[in-house]
């Protein structure tokens, strides 16, 4: 048997099955029980894997891995329903996850890359730059992780949004793939309108979205609704134009019968005018959606400041007006930087912050 330990969380379930009998020479049923204690009963140890022969638990712990991801610190907000936790990778990188608490939902954010590609100006993560793509079970950890710690405490993770650091669809097969694990009945078995994957408009990934057959939410990060300026608040608006991501949200909708979010961060004097509102409402027009107003929150690297509370609601009214729905996103978490656009990559960055692509 090789000396390096199979992660089981990068095993899909036939995969899972081959390793038990190829592998390990067992009989093919012990792959669902060993599926079932990682994603049924949450298990992050094989000695808790009681229904197994003690044999099989001593050859699990000396040819496979659960865990690949080590919590280095956890900080909660001090308006009490966010926890951000830092995890060190097993090659020394870093990702962030965060924990939300509302009144029905238990939300999980959590990251799909090692900083971000797109590198959109306001955000600290794509300020940071991009390293690597998380593999499937890295992806997975980050929501098991939340989900135990929930179990704990007697309740369950409600739900999963692809919205940490990162692109989730230029990481396609990884993210689908966890997709697919936390979604499976015989799983985790989480419903498909819990998961929603956030891009910042990667219209390949869109398409190929709406083919598959788990009908997940979809949010867009617009920003902007003329290309001139999502050219510079979204540089891949320059590879696929509004008029391009626009058809392929049409088509998404049409394929999965569900209304997309789109997420418009507000910048002062920068796209909270109400000819930018005006612009808004026409592009969206004729696509079932409901946007998400965010007041920007600051980040050093960007010298721009959020819209005022006037400014907001006034968008939000203009909106309202020409039949596009819209709410505000409430600040959650900002003073340990767990807002949205605040989430890095670096160990270093992930304390809190007096001034306090993700949730």
Not at 71 to 97: H, M, N, W, Y
Not at 151 to 165: D, H, P, Y
Not at 280 to 285: C, D, G, S, V, Y
């Amino acid at each position: 048997m090789s000396e390096e330990r199979i992660p089981l969380f990068e095993l899909s379930f036939p995969e899972l099955e081959e390793f038990v009998t190829q592998t390990l020479g067992e009989r093919r049923f012990r792959a669902s029980q060993i599926y079932g204690w990682l994603y049924r009963s949450l298990v992050a140890d094989f000695s808790a894997m009681h229904n197994l022969p003690q044999a099989l638990r001593a050859k699990l712990s000396q040819v496979a891995k659960l865990g690949t991801l080590t919590p280095l610190s956890c900080l909660a907000s001090r308006d009490g329903p966010t926890q951000k936790v830092l995890f060190q990778l097993e090659d020394g990188q870093a990702i962030e996850s965060v924990l939300m608490l509302y009144r029905r939902r238990r939300t999980a954010c959590i990251s799909s890359q090692i900083g971000c590609p797109i590198g959109c100006p306001f955000c600290a993560t794509g300020q940071s730059g991009f390293v690597r793509n998380l593999r499937t079970g890295e992806i997975l950890e980050q929501a098991l992780y939340f989900a135990r710690e929930l179990k704990a405490a007697s309740e369950s993770l409600t739900n999963v949004v692809f919205m940490g650091l990162g692109e989730a669809l230029a990481n396609y097969d990884a993210t689908w793939k966890a997709i697919e694990r936390l979604h499976d009945p015989t799983g985790f078995d989480l419903g498909a309108r819990r998961l929603t994957i956030s891009t910042a408009g990667l219209v390949p990934g869109i398409e190929r979205l709406s083919r598959e057959g788990i009908p997940v939410r979809l949010a867009v990060s617009l920003h902007a609704a003329d290309d001139s300026l999502r050219d510079q608040l979204v540089p891949l608006n320059k590879k696929y134009p509004l008029q391009e991501l626009m058809r392929a949200c049409r088509e998404y909708s049409r394929a999965v019968g569900r209304r997309i979010t789109f997420e418009y961060v507000l910048i002062r004097k920068v796209n909270d005018e109400a000819a930018q509102a005006q612009k808004l409402a026409e592009l969206l027009q004729d696509i079932p959606c409901q946007v998400n107003l965010i007041p920007l929150n600051p980040i050093p690297e960007f010298p721009h400041r959020p819209s005022p509370r006037r400014a907001v609601l006034a968008f939000q009214s203009d909106l309202a007006r020409q039949g596009i729905p819209a709410t505000v996103r409430l600040g959650r978490g900002l003073d340990i930087q767990a807002g949205c656009g605040q989430l890095r990559a670096q160990p270093g960055l992930s304390s809190p912050s007096p001034s306090g692509h993700n949730p």
